[in-house]
């Protein structure tokens, strides 16, 4: 019988962000981005993972019945003093497993890298503001210590929309509700929550994961009803999440919603995490405040990638920071290498990355000889 307790402690001691349970191998815990076998006599088998999969079920009827009529469940547990995510699928229709291990307590905001103009453009009385990134690029930390920044220096009245709820927040100057979408939980869809939250007096909406039209068309009317909107979404850059946006409608709706998005949407920050030169995740920023430039932009027939890209590098004073200039810095600071820097961009954009660095160079230099 597998010890998924003894599994889980030794995750959480090594500081592993995530476990990966599959048949016919032995545990696999990821630490700082490297996969490291788990030290026990043998592989998973076939009766290990259905073991595992009912620790985790616990007998919930409706738990149960999603996956087997879905073949997918996504729930939270709780272990000591730590939360997990976790996701259960199949492979060789073999349950597996794969769980993030969440930190109870959150990071400081001003220990995140996340720039400050995100953390204030909160204040906004509403809107839309979009935290985007891939897969493991810490969407969800950033989300969560924003949502605890407004409830310590702002009275409001937060809800939040998740699959499954992560951090557990307690209401402190602001009011907090926290709602998990599923089958059997709070909420069946993230469109249905959004769409009931206009009935709840909420000041702001917080949406866990925009994945489909129907949920961007709900979290556009919420904006346009006068609430401030935070919600997520899977791309990889400012530009590509205007293109994502756009394309959740159908052609002929186009151009409407264009016009919905540039005067809604006032902030997207794009992130990334990198291994620095001391072993720990460093955050990569691309942040894009939305100006009468950007709307203009947007509002176009055609979206033009590098006419986006070219307007955030230009309005760098109103705390827009574009992604060549954040790994720049990182590298000017000796935070990453070359290799990393240059691994980051496209080809094309080599040029552009060691004028860049040059800039800052000079620049530090300067700084450098005024302070000695």
């Known amino acids: 019988m597998i010890d998924i307790d003894q599994i889980l402690d030794t995750a959480k001691k090594k500081d592993a962000s995530d476990v990966h349970l599959i048949c016919g191998l032995k545990p696999m815990l990821r630490i700082r981005r490297d996969l490291i076998e788990y030290d026990c006599p043998r592989p998973l088998t076939e009766d290990d993972m259905y073991e595992i999969y009912d620790y985790f079920v616990r007998g919930n009827v409706d738990k149960d019945r999603v996956f087997k009529e879905t073949k997918k469940l996504d729930s939270s547990f709780e272990f000591e003093d730590i939360r997990l995510r976790v996701n259960i699928s199949l492979a060789n229709e073999i349950p597996i497993l794969t769980m993030r291990l969440i ?5 400081k905001y ?3 890298g996340v720039p400050d103009i995100v953390r204030r453009m909160t204040y906004q009385p509403q809107g839309l503001i979009l935290v985007t990134g891939k897969t493991n690029s810490g969407k969800t930390t ?13 009275n409001k009245k937060i809800l939040t929309l998740e699959n499954p709820v992560e951090y557990k927040h307690t209401s402190k100057k602001s009011v907090i509700v926290q709602k998990e979408i599923g ?15 206009l009935r709840e007096d909420c000041d702001i909406l917080v949406i866990g994961e925009i994945r489909d039209r129907e949920t961007m068309e709900a979290a ?3 904006a346009e009803a006068g609430h401030l909107v935070i919600g997520t979404l899977h791309t990889k850059s400012c530009a590509e999440t205007i293109d994502r946006m756009v394309n959740f409608y159908e052609i002929r709706d186009q151009q409407t919603v264009k016009y919905l998005i540039s005067s809604l949407l006032k902030l997207v920050i794009s992130q990334r ?14 942040v894009m405040v939305v100006d009468n430039i950007v709307s203009g932009i947007i509002r176009k027939e055609k979206i033009s990638v590098s006419e986006i890209e070219d307007a955030i590098q230009s309005n760098l004073e109103k705390g827009s920071i574009g992604l060549i200039n ?3 810095e990182l590298f000017v600071n000796d935070v990453i290498t070359l290799e990393q820097a240059k691994a980051q961009i496209e080809e094309k954009n080599i040029e552009t990355l060691n004028r860049t660095i040059m800039q800052l160079k000079i620049k530090k230099d300067k700084e450098n000889r005024v302070t000695q």
Do not use: H, W
């Open 142 to 154: 950033t989300l969560n210590a924003l949502i605890n920044e407004i409830n310590e220096n702002q």
């Open 103 to 107: 930190k109870n307590e959150l990071p």
């Open 183 to 197: 089958a059997g939980r709070d909420c069946l869809s993230y469109s249905d929550g959004v769409k009931n939250s």
């Open 326 to 328: 954040s790994i720049a």
């Open 273 to 286: 995490l990198l291994p620095s030169k001391s072993g720990d995740l460093v955050l990569v920023p691309e």
């Open 220 to 222: 556009i009317e919420t």
């Open 110 to 112: 001003e220990d995140l």
